[in-house]
């Protein structure tokens, strides 16, 4: 049986959504510099704090995937949540 990270972590899942829900405000946002021809400079600075702030989700979501889904099935003995822990990590660092 597969644990959805979302049904066990109501908490984090709603810090998710409002750190995502700023990060797409701060993209609409570059999107309206550039449509204004602002200093690159300062779009390539929100650019940065855009990647930052969805790293900062990618790896909270990471971090509870390991504490809720791949401790869950360890302990119901399927350690092929291993190999696929290990392509997520390999992808997200990427």
């Known amino acids: 049986m597969e644990v959805k990270w979302m049904e066990q972590n109501i908490d984090n899942k709603k810090k998710v959504i409002d750190r995502l829900s700023r990060a797409i405000g701060h993209l609409e946002a570059i999107r309206r510099m550039v449509e204004e021809d602002r200093d690159c400079t300062e779009v390539l600075v929100q ?16 971090l509870d995937h390991i504490d809720c889904c791949v401790k869950h099935a360890l302990e119901s003995g399927d350690e092929s949540v291993l190999a696929d822990l290990n392509t997520a990590v390999n992808r997200f660092v990427k």
């Open 47 to 62: 650019i940065s704090a855009v990647r930052t702030a969805v790293n900062n989700v990618g790896r909270m979501m990471l």
